[in-house]
């Protein structure tokens, strides 16, 4: 790995143990014993000022008496020692500190404020801690067992991640006779300092790790969680078991949406954004390691079951269909190769029935077949004991079966016990996956076509943006700021109305009406039929009270529905301010369906946005889907996707489809207007009339709340949506508009032919090497960016009414989280009128606002107008000691 902050937690040179002892039963003892014991190489040093020697180890009184430097310190003395202990490795040049020790705050809490204490001494020590409160680390491959666990832990490929200790504990208990192998076993404990965010990323990059579980009970940082998932989850699968998915969220207070979104929904939501696949079981993640293990891929759902028993094949064909799976039928020659094999009654299809009395042999073609068959992306083959059936002999077919360069994932599936016994074991000892149900087998296949389809998804981009009208943000701003002055958490009617028509969202045209009369002078200046809704601050569901009359096609009509909605609200909700009630014209949408946007605010993960089946029945059919913002078209269209009553947006019977890129124009302003006001807590726009000719927003409630002052703009939200406060207007020397702007998805397109057109020369001093065009996957990465973690800035010009791209500059964030590495290109056809400049610039304000402190970025020697410019802004430039073909420029913002 390359050298990271936290290279030296993660891979010590020399590792401290604090509170060594000889004692048998001492935490700090069984450290000091397992770390000698598991082979580590380096320099271990014992720190107790109680003895000269422990373990065979020289102990010292503290770590500077040792004077040995030391990358890591393991702490096992109590919690009321540790800040001081912390204090010692600062002063020692020791940054990096695993605190096995409880008593911070866990269980009854009376350990906060050491808690705190620990917290702020880490920081003026620029320690980084892992824990406290935890079991400690497993690096099997540099032969560091930082833990007081007593079972060995396997080389292998697997990193686990957990928040419980205990888990820990049994997965490392588990894995040996498993034959399984991990690269780590990380205990977070209370995650004071270091989290899933920092953790992620050292194991995104880590060359021994193939594949990642996470054991999650809460999560403290959801940006930088969501940040470093995604990232990890690009290049590796990542399983994720969420505890506590049952557990009571808080209540909504004003929305239909509150109450529909449940925390677990935005939790699976957030994963979906980032890539991760979930499990819900113990079982499940043990099933995922079972197949992760020895680096299991796969390239779709397709999947094969091979059995000799009919039942256990319905059974797993039964478990495949709940799962999506394909279980696609054998290839014309899998059914020749069988056919001249097997018996002539076997199943001829898929699950592949070889028949009870199957010998070894019969299961080798079987598998060998269904390998090579480019119907299957992977294999399960099942066996249940009978009479006639050797279990070891047919393992060791299935061993033999298997060509060395397999690509595809094959699993086992030997049920029973004791008779399938031996076979499990040469099964497993030889990195075959091995279930003991076949449920389990499928389970965790579709983990691999889980990981396969996200990353699909992934390289789905969306066309160009057509409608970039930008919202009213200041009238935004005006409206809830106004309201918030005069201390309220809602916004009337008409002002949420006033709010999405901000956001050009059509509404239908809403009229506050106080009396009886001023009701008439509203009905009649909409036109009938007309609505008539009750108006009330404390009201916000207003069909509980009686409170809406629908269709009033007369003023007599109007009259009557104004006196007896204010009595019926008035006896209803006596505590209620009655201000009397809103008018607004019948929404006339032909063929209209009616839907359900709405958003709910997660104490974790911020905004929620919710798509569904509207109405008044809402919270009845609760048909509805949940996704973190930004969104895109694309993440739009599978939200609306994820929903039964997206069949109904289709055209059905006499009913024409409905407009539904109008619909998604609505998901992506709503996304648009959380992302941009952070004061919206809760917003339901119910219905949203969809018709043919378009939409309509005929009911919103909006509620706000003032953000916390410490926040920045986008500090409410998990994902960072678009910077729009980066963008720059100029123009180019002749006159032509230039717009110098952060890249989006929607710039796919323009960034595949703007690569495509550059000319060799270009293409060389940019990639370094020669390319023709831009693959699916870096065209995906390229655009589809983290804009917490790396910023790209286009020059921009329309011409025919499209975006043409003609430079682009980016960086991304050093793992020092203080500077960062950039580059740059320009298009050959305008070279010379400044546009580098311009970008090196826009990108170095970006990288200032976001706190950077550095850029550097390596360019080559002979890319004179490259250096000339890189001069011209005051970068400094040096010869690359590692190539001398390469130049290094820098330069402190």
């Not at 866990?106 to 204490?117: H, I, M, R």
């Not at 506050?512 to 609505?531: C, H, N």
């Not at 369906?593 to 911020?606: K, P, T």
């Not at 230039?738 to 550059?758: C, G, H, M, N, Y």
């Amino acid at each position: 790995m390359d050298r990271y902050p936290l290279h030296g937690l993660f891979n010590p040179g020399a590792v401290a143990v604090f509170g060594a002892s000889p004692r048998p039963d001492s935490v700090g003892g069984r450290v000091l014993r397992n770390i000698r014991e598991a082979g580590f190489a380096g320099d271990l040093v014992a720190v107790n000022p109680k003895y000269e020697s422990v373990e065979g180890v020289r102990c010292h009184p503290t770590l500077g008496a040792a004077g040995v430097p030391v990358d890591l310190a393991i702490v096992a003395t109590p919690a009321r020692t540790v800040a001081e202990i912390i204090e010692q490795c600062g002063a020692a040049g020791c940054r990096n500190a695993i605190v096995l020790s409880a008593g911070f705050g866990e269980g009854d809490g009376a350990g906060a404020p050491l808690a705190k204490v620990l917290a702020s001494v880490a920081r003026r020590a620029n320690v980084r801690l892992l824990g406290p409160n935890c079991v400690g680390m497993v690096r099997p491959w540099l032969g560091l067992n930082a833990t007081f666990l007593r079972a060995e832990t396997p080389r292998g490929h697997l990193a686990l991640v957990s928040q419980s200790g205990a888990l820990v504990s049994a997965i490392a208990d588990w894995a040996g006779p498993h034959h399984l192998g991990f690269s780590a076993l990380i205990s977070l404990g209370n995650s004071l300092d270091i989290d899933f965010g920092d953790v992620l990323q050292v194991l995104a990059t880590d060359a021994q790790t193939t594949a990642i579980l996470l054991y999650v009970e809460g999560v403290h940082d959801a940006p930088a969680f969501i940040s470093a998932l995604r990232q990890a989850a690009r290049v590796k699968p990542v399983i994720v078991l969420k505890a506590g998915r049952h557990a009571e969220g808080s209540k909504a207070a004003h929305t239909h949406t509150g109450a529909l979104i449940g925390n677990d929904a935005i939790f699976d939501a957030a994963l979906e954004r980032a890539g991760a696949v979930r499990v819900h079981t113990f079982g499940q993640l043990f099933a995922a390691a079972e197949i992760l293990s020895p680096g299991s891929r796969t390239r779709g759902d397709r999947l094969a079951i091979i059995t000799n028993g009919g039942g256990a094949g319905v059974l797993a064909a039964d478990r495949a269909g709940d799962l999506h799976l394909s279980l696609s039928a054998p290839s014309e020659q899998t059914l020749t190769d069988l056919d001249a094999v097997l018996p002539a009654y076997w199943s001829r299809g898929n699950p592949i029935d070889i028949l009870g009395d199957a010998p070894p042999a019969h299961f080798t073609v079987a598998v060998k077949a269904a390998l090579a068959d480019p119907a299957f992306d992977g294999v399960l083959v099942m066996l249940t004991p009978q009479a006639m059936t050797d279990p070891e002999a047919v393992a060791r077919a299935v061993i033999d079966a298997i060509p060395p360069d397999n690509p595809k994932p094959l699993l086992a599936c030997w049920m029973g016990e004791t008779s399938v016994a031996a076979g499990r074991e040469l099964l497993s000892s030889n990195h075959v996956p091995d279930f003991s149900a076949p449920e389990l087998a499928v389970e965790a296949f579709a983990y691999l076509a889980q990981h396969q389809h996200s990353r699909r998804l992934a390289l789905e981009v969306p066309g160009p943006m057509h409608d970039d009208q930008p919202p009213d943000l200041e009238g935004a701003r005006m409206i809830i700021d106004a309201a918030l002055a005069e201390g309220r958490s809602m916004l009337s009617d008409i002002e949420s109305k006033a709010l999405l028509r901000a956001f050009h969202i059509p509404i239908n045209i809403t009229i506050e009406a106080r009396s009886a009369s001023d009701a008439l002078v509203a009905a009649e200046t909409v036109g009938y039929p007309v609505a008539v809704k009750i108006h009330s601050p404390q009201i916000s569901h207003k069909s509980d009270v009686d409170g809406v009359r629908l269709g009033v096609r007369s003023a007599a009509g109007v009259r009557q529905a104004f006196n007896e909605i204010t009595a019926a609200a008035a006896a209803r909700r006596p505590d209620a301010r009655i201000e009397g009630v809103t008018v607004e014209a019948m929404a006339a949408v032909e063929h209209g369906r009616e839907l359900v946007i709405g958003v709910s605010r997660d104490a974790v993960f911020g905004p929620a946005i919710l798509f569904g089946a509207g109405g008044t029945m809402v919270e009845v059919l609760r048909d509805n889907a949940v996704s973190l913002p930004p969104l895109n078209a694309v993440l739009a269209n599978r939200l609306i996707d994820r929903t039964r009553v997206s069949r109904l947006l289709e055209a059905f019977r006499d009913r024409p489809a409905v407009d539904r890129d109008a619909v998604i124009g609505v998901l992506l302003r709503v996304s648009d207007m959380v992302c941009e006001l952070p004061q919206i807590t809760e917003l339901d726009i119910n219905p949203l009339i969809a018709g043919p000719a378009g939409v309509l927003a005929v009911d919103a409630r909006v509620a706000i709340a003032r953000p916390p002052a410490k926040d920045g703009p986008y500090d409410h939200v998990a994902i960072h949506p678009y910077p729009r406060a980066l963008v720059r207007h100029e123009h180019l020397a002749d006159g032509t508009p230039l717009t110098i702007r952060p890249i989006r998805p929607e710039d796919a397109q323009s960034e595949a032919e703007f690569v495509r057109e550059l000319s060799p020369t270009a293409k060389q001093f940019r990639f370094m090497g020669s390319i023709k065009e831009l693959t699916s996957e870096m065209l995906a990465r390229f655009t589809q960016i983290d804009y917490r973690r790396e910023m790209a800035m286009v020059a921009v010009t329309v011409e025919n009414g499209r975006a043409v791209q003609h430079g682009v500059a980016r960086y991304s964030i050093n793992p020092d989280n203080r500077s960062c590495e950039f580059a740059i290109v320009v298009s050959d056809r305008l070279q010379g009128q400044g546009i580098g400049t311009r970008l090196m610039q826009a990108l170095m304000e970006a990288a200032r606002a976001h706190g950077l402190t550095r850029i550097e970025g390596i360019v080559l020697r002979h890319n004179d107008p490259m250096l000339k410019l890189m001069d011209d802004l005051g970068f400094t430039i040096s010869g690359d000691p590692d190539d001398r073909d390469q130049m290094i420029v820098e330069r402190w913002l």
